[in-house]
């Protein structure tokens, strides 16, 4: 039995773990959760599970983490507001099922540096497909890191078609259902770009070695290709609970935790490059991520201003990704990386894209 505390229990994350707790009742027990403002349903998920201590906001989670036993900690919490929390739960030695990338992206080093090996287990789908497939072989013999993605809703479109779209347009993702911040990031290819530096944080991979394949059916969450020309792939439906549990019983396997792919119907699986013209996420989180330091925050902050901005149809869907390029270019990194330094980045990249956006 293991005992979990879920951060963000209410969100897209939260709630798929539940349903994980719900069905393996066995193996889990929740001792804790955080939410956001849905205090209603964290207060019916208390009720339900039988969990005592509920906790409100990033620094109540926090909080939790500190006071609260865990084996296990979910950090299913969505933006920067999770690097505290993060750095909570490496420090009470409990294993970190990491969903909020964001902490790992903006906190780089520092959170690296304060886990202990395996305590970090992704579960994005993509980070989870990697680790699995890096079992297949050692670190030194990996070549490369494919991670795939959907393309999302835009996909195929041009810049032209893409000044046009609307908030409504954005959230509808074809193969995943997610939150509304994610939701958009994928569409702008942001989240794949973010996906890019977990990757190389995660697994201690060079940027240079970790490419992107557009493959629209999310079936094949991402490749491991190793230096004799092999290439390990990890599929399944496109179901995120199966990650989830991953990350909850890692390394072991949960029974049912998906549905497998049905191999006596044909499947079609296709894939294309990523088009960097159109969609220049990617390769700007790639010079991001090579310049460390605080960049990867003012990346990942000014995003997070846009997309609120975006969604509230306050400015073109273009304008995402060209403010997070404005408020890049200028930023100054700090002489050294402290917990700090980060959170000063992150408050002058989003006071710099609201300027930017002339927004308030």
């Known amino acids: 039995m293991r005992d979990v505390i879920i951060l963000g229990s209410t969100g897209s994350i939260g709630t798929q773990t539940l349903d994980v707790v719900r069905a393996n009742p066995d193996r889990f027990r929740v001792v804790g959760i955080a939410a956001g403002s849905n205090r209603l349903l964290a207060h019916a998920q208390a009720e339900e599970f039988g969990i005592e201590h509920v906790a409100f906001g990033a620094d109540e989670a926090t909080q939790l983490v500190q006071s609260v036993r865990a084996d296990v900690v979910v950090n299913g919490i969505t933006g920067a507001v999770g690097l505290e929390p993060t750095l909570a739960v490496l420090a009470s030695g409990a294993t970190l099922a990491l969903a909020n990338k964001e902490s790992l992206i903006i906190g780089g080093s520092l959170v690296t540096s304060a886990a ?18 890096l079992l297949a072989g050692k670190h030194s013999e990996v070549a490369k890191l494919i991670v795939t993605a959907s393309g999302g809703p835009f996909r195929g479109y041009s810049r032209e078609q893409l000044a046009s779209v609307t908030p409504a347009q954005a959230a509808k993702h074809p193969t995943w259902n997610m939150g509304s911040v994610i939701t958009t990031n994928s569409s702008t290819l942001v989240n794949k770009g973010l996906e890019v530096i977990e990757a190389s944080l995660l697994f201690d991979i060079p940027l240079d070695r970790i490419e992107v394949t557009v493959h629209p059916q999310s079936v094949i969450h991402s490749f491991v290709e190793f230096v004799d ?22 390394p072991n396997r949960v029974p049912g935790a998906t549905a497998p792919i049905d191999w006596t119907a044909a499947h079609t699986w296709t894939f294309e490059p990523l088009d960097d013209t159109v969609f220049p996420a990617v390769r700007l989180a790639r010079e991001v991520g090579a310049a460390g330091s605080t960049f990867p925050a003012v990346y990942n902050a000014a995003n997070e201003v846009a997309v609120e901005a975006f969604n509230s149809g306050q400015i073109g869907f273009l304008q995402i990704v060209d403010t997070i390029q404005t408020v890049i270019a200028r930023h100054e990194a700090p002489s050294a990386l402290s917990l700090d330094a980060v ?18």
């Not at 202990?116 to 994005?124: F, G, M």
């Not at 020309?229 to 890692?250: K, R, V």
């Open 343 to 360: 959170l000063d980045a992150d408050a002058w990249a989003r006071r710099i894209a609201k300027e930017t956006l002339n927004i308030v």
């Open 116 to 133: 202990a090996p395996r305590q970090i287990v992704p579960v994005d789908s993509e980070h989870s497909a990697l680790a699995q497939g």
């Open 229 to 250: 020309g092999s290439t390990m792939a990890q599929c399944s439906p496109p179901d995120m609970h199966l990650p989830i549990a991953l990350g909850l019983e890692w």
